[in-house]
T-cell receptor, first 113, second 116 residues
Framework: DQQVKQNSPSLSVQEGRISILNCDYT??????FLWYKKYPAEGPTFLIS?????DKNEDGRFTVFLNKSAKHLSLHIVPSQPGDSAVYFC????????????FGKGTTLSVSS | NAGVMQNPRHLVRRRGQEARLRCSPM?????VYWYRQLPEEGLKFMVY????????ESGMPKERFSAEFPKEGPSILRIQQVVRGDSAAYFC??????????????FGPGTRLTVL
């Protein structure tokens, strides 16, 4: 049973518009969430994270929102750029540092110019 | 390049052969994780190691798979008697010593294993 779900396999957005990637989780014991970006034939690259004690974290064009009551988080990219086209993975960590990340299946974002 | 290094990047094996995947963590990182990504899937945790210790191997198949992280040298993921279902991308990640707050994991470029 998947504990971290990304229900949209793909998303297409025009350059300059907002991209919203969604992620749902089932385990209320998760205390840290992360977003990774992955290009073909490369490893995932860390983008942004959020602790469960917060509901928002912003870093430049990237903002992650956490709704604990709904067990839902989202990544907003504004404005979207063609270079943002990649696979985005949502990941969760159930305890403090040193334990495994649980990944969703990923959402492929395509940003057209 | 101070990033996580993995080699080989591509590995082709015939059924029944052994596969050895190597991972050198980032400088100063003492924690290594191995993940596997099957086609159309997310990354799945396999094993977590510190120097000379396996901390968590709950994601490792019980047979044919083993991992080590010796005092000197890279971490090794070893797959004996490979089968076609082992074909996947294997990613290594490292993180620095834990210090109370979360330490993100830095990933290598992966090894793509193909079993013929």
């Amino acid at each position: 049973d998947q504990q971290v779900k990304q229900n949209s396999p793909s998303l297409s957005v025009q350059e300059g518009r907002i991209s919203i990637l969604n992620c749902d989780y089932t385990n209320s014991m998760f205390d840290y969430f992360l977003w990774y970006k992955k290009y073909p034939a490369e490893g995932p690259t860390f983008l942004i994270s959020i602790s469960s004690i917060k509901d928002k974290n912003e870093d430049g064009r990237f903002t992650v929102f956490l709704n604990k009551s709904a067990k839902h988080l989202s990544l907003h990219i504004v404005p979207s750029q063609p270079g943002d086209s990649a696979v985005y993975f949502c990941a969760a960590n159930p305890r403090e540092a040193g334990t495994a990340l649980i990944f969703g299946k990923g959402t492929t974002l395509s940003v057209s110019s | 390049n101070a990033g996580v290094m993995q080699n080989p990047r591509h590995l082709v094996r015939r059924r029944g052969q052994e596969a050895r995947l190597r991972c050198s963590p980032m400088k100063g990182h003492s924690h290594v994780y191995w993940y596997r990504q099957l086609p159309e899937e997310g990354l799945k945790f396999m094993v977590y190691l510190q120097k000379e210790n396996i901390i968590d191997e709950s994601g490792m198949p019980k047979e044919r798979f083993s991992a080590e992280f010796p005092k000197e040298g890279p971490s090794i993921l070893r797959i004996q008697q490979v089968v076609r279902g082992d074909s996947a991308a294997y990613f290594c990640a490292s993180s620095p010593r834990t210090g109370g707050s979360y330490n993100e994991q830095f990933f290598g470029p992966g090894t793509r294993l193909t079993v013929l």
